[in-house]
Structure formats: C-alpha cells, structure tokens
C-alpha cells in the first residue's frame, strides 16, 4: 500500500513507500533519505512544476563578529621584533648542562679525595688531581659564557627613537637587556668569530639570515647611509 503526502502548494511532492520513515520537506531530490531507494526502479521523488522553478525562502543569518586586537608581548618602548635568534635554546641547553655537572663535580670530589688512595697520596699529587678537576669545574662554564654573552636571542626596535633592544643570557642564564642607539653600532674592521657588531662597549652576535626584513639588518649595521670616502665618516672615533 502506498501513501501519499501531499504538501502544500509551490512544494516539492515526493512518495513514501511502506518502510521509509517520514522526513521534512526537502528542495532538491538528491537529499531524499537512501530508504526510500530500495527496491524499487521508478524515481521516488515527483517534483511539481512550481517546484522545479526557481524559489527562495528568507533565511535570517546571524552573525557574530568578534573584534580582532593584536596581542603582543612586548614592551610599547621596545618597538618591534625585527629579529630571532635560533640558536636560543641550544645555548641555554649546554649552559645548564656545564652549569649541573660542575656542581655534581663539586660534591663528588670530597668523597672520592677521602676514599680512595689519593688521600695517602703525597701533596704534589693531590694538587695535580684538583687542579684538573677544578679546570672541568670552573673554567669550563666561565669559558660558554664568555662564548656565548653576546649572542642575541631577540632584538626588538623602535622606529621613532631609532633604539635598539637586544636581549641575550646573563651568566645565571636569566634575560639581559641591552638598549642602543643606531648611531652607537660600530662594525669591526676586522670580523670576528664571535662578534656582528658593537653597541658602545658591548659585543653582539646575530646571524643576518634570520632578520625578517633585509632592511632591518641594513639599517642596523648602517649600511643604508650614503658612503663617503672622508676617514672621519669611515671612523667616527678618530680625532
């Protein structure tokens, strides 16, 4: 037996076949419930000619708009981050690793200097053996440091006061922030291994690579000002 839904006008009509379960009037035919195909060869779906013409039903959309602010970290006063140091992590990673083992050295070496032969040992030896362990335990961390002080992990400038704010580690491995002028970056004549450049008396280290924009790194180093030949504009310093 077959039962028929009639809807109401300018509706699509469809056909409901014992075993399909009722479902909401539908605009296209494709959306019909899968049930409603079994069995059956003759199309299920009758649309009516004033369905088949073009009709649309007001749908009030609502939209919600939420208000986009960009967040930043940064100080007003630091200006932008122009720059990110990759090797960050590895730098804090080796100095914490130096850092752990000079003090496990530094609780190992009594009781090895108690229990073992080298208590009975003669003085020249006991010295020979904590000197070279006092090398491994101090001048091993004091060497990283000095390695690594310079190198900058952020620089952040202003572009209305032309100030610079580099941030490196300090020797407990906490953030150290250096602010600048551009006019105070001087590029050493000879380069160095560890050195980009100077700000006052204070070494830098940046890889040019990682600057977002070239400019940055151009207007950093001041090779963006015109070029003279004059030995008091290749050397500011020189009387």
Not at 57 to 74: A, F, M, Y
């Amino acid at each position: 037996m077959t039962y028929i839904n009639i809807l109401r006008p300018l509706r699509p009509r469809f056909v409901l076949f014992p075993g399909c379960t009722r479902f909401p009037p539908i605009r296209h035919a494709a959306q019909a419930s899968a049930c409603c195909l079994r069995g059956s060869n003759k199309p299920l779906l009758q649309l009516s000619a004033a369905a088949e013409r073009p009709f649309s039903v007001p749908v009030k959309v609502w939209s919600k708009c939420l208000s986009s602010r960009c967040l930043s970290t940064t100080p007003p006063n630091e200006g932008n981050l122009i720059y990110i140091g990759s090797m960050g992590g590895v730098v804090r990673g080796v100095k914490f690793f130096s850092y752990s083992t000079s003090l496990a050295t530094l609780f190992l070496v009594p009781p090895i200097l108690l229990k073992t032969a080298l208590a009975v040992q003669g003085l020249a030896v006991q010295v020979a053996f904590c000197s070279c362990m006092s090398f491994f335990t101090f001048l091993t961390p004091i060497l990283l440091h000095l390695l690594t002080k310079g190198y900058v992990i952020r620089l952040h400038h202003n572009p209305d006061s032309d100030m610079y704010t580099a941030v490196t580690y300090n020797a407990f491995m906490f953030e150290k922030k250096t602010v600048f002028h551009q006019s105070q970056v001087r590029v050493p004549s000879v380069s160095r291994m560890f050195t980009t450049f100077y700000a006052g008396q204070a070494g830098l280290l940046v890889n040019p690579d990682y600057f977002e924009l070239p400019q940055d790194y151009n207007h950093l180093m001041g090779y963006d000002k015109p070029f003279s030949f004059s030995p008091d504009h290749i050397d500011p310093d020189r009387s």
